[in-house]
């Protein structure tokens, strides 16, 4: 009788024990606050037909897969600014900071480094050499080819051109020319760099023949299409392309009669990449320069960062050639990268 009560005992003793452990699996745990994004656009924000509203594009697309909270910020334009509004988003209790534009890299850099235990990132730009700092940027070489095989097929009098800025590198004008000889071998390409005064470049091109222009600068292309407009005035025709969203002129109906296709850089998708590894806190640390230690994400076609998209009727006939041409920019003993 009394093994039959002690064996009772034991029993009802590890029915609680079990309880209590099932009580305590039954509690429900708190929600993780979701992770707070510091957005820095660049001066006018919203609506600027450009960086800023490709990536509240980007933004938008990572909120139908991702829980986070945006903090977004806008600066006026000056280096003091840029930094107070980078600082503005850190004590406002943002984990990830994306900066919207190279004008941020001065500003951008000294805070990175006075905050690494923060994670930021900077579109377009790839010359902060700290490892809290992703540098979300595009293959210029690839864009430069795609550029260079449509400029080649729709020009007539087999004369082309691409105007980029002295601060720029070379990829975008060895893309463009091995683009173009894929297409036509003896085509003449022509190189301008310059800082400024795009519109007389533009008018000392139309006057040695060309009639299709690669435009790689980043900001208003307003003055080489005012020049292009004259030309047409002049009886000269020249064909445009661009890169989006870096020239926001590109966008305006007007500029499209012009345009036969643009360079697409897919911000939205680089800012979506930016968010998820938010989400799981695992920074994006592509090393994109060994040598100087820049880390972040290249995106090229493989990763539908850099597309082509074609705008005029008679260029859209060649979508063969210009599918051929997406294949091969991305074989690095073609394009040289």
């Known amino acids: 009788m009394r093994q039959i009560t002690q064996m009772r005992m034991r029993r009802v003793a590890l029915l609680a024990i079990a309880a209590g452990v099932f009580s305590l699996l039954a509690v429900p745990s ?31 697309s990572a909120k139908k897969q991702y829980a986070f909270q945006v903090i977004p910020t806008v600066t006026i334009g000056s280096e003091a600014d840029r930094e107070l509004r980078l600082n503005s988003l850190i004590a406002k209790g943002a984990k990830y900071i994306l900066a919207v534009g190279t004008a941020y890299a001065t500003s951008l850099e000294k805070v990175a480094y006075a905050h690494p235990e923060l994670q930021f990132g900077i579109v377009n730009n790839a010359s902060i050499r700290l490892l809290n700092v992703a540098s979300l940027v595009f293959n210029e070489r690839q864009g430069g080819y795609l550029a260079g095989a449509a400029a080649a097929l729709a020009s007539n009098a087999n004369k082309i051109a691409i ?21 036509k071998k003896n085509i003449t390409v022509i190189s301008r760099y310059g800082v400024g005064k795009y519109g007389e470049i533009t008018q000392e091109l139309v006057s040695m023949g060309v009639d299709v222009i690669f435009i790689s600068i980043t900001g208003s292309a307003a003055d080489v299409f005012a020049a292009v407009v004259d030309a047409k005035k002049r009886g ?20 499209r009669k ?12 680089a800012v979506v990449d930016f968010i998820s590894s938010a989400q799981i ?12 230690g820049i880390y972040g994400r290249r ?12 705008w005029s009727k ?24």
């Not at 008679?314 to 990268?337: C, D, H, M, V, W």
């Open 299 to 310: 995106f090229g076609i493989a990763e539908e960062g850099v597309e082509i998209s074609l």
């Open 163 to 183: 105007i980029a800025n002295t601060s720029q590198g070379k990829d975008y004008e060895l893309g463009f020319a091995s683009g173009a000889r894929s297409i």
């Open 30 to 60: 708190k929600a993780a606050e979701p992770v707070k994004i510091g957005i820095a656009y660049d001066t006018g924000g919203l609506g600027d037909y450009s960086f800023n509203d490709a990536v509240a594009v980007g933004l938008n």
């Open 281 to 292: 806190d695992f920074p994006l640390t592509d090393i994109l320069d060994a040598t100087v």
């Open 258 to 269: 012009y345009i036969v296709a643009s360079v697409v850089k897919r911000v939205d998708k």
């Open 314 to 337: 008679a260029l859209s006939k060649f979508s063969k050639e210009i599918n051929a041409a997406i294949l091969r920019a991305q074989t690095p003993s073609i394009i040289g990268n």
């Open 236 to 255: 000269n025709s020249v064909k445009l392309i661009g890169i989006e969203p870096d020239q926001y002129v590109s966008l305006t109906p007007a500029a």
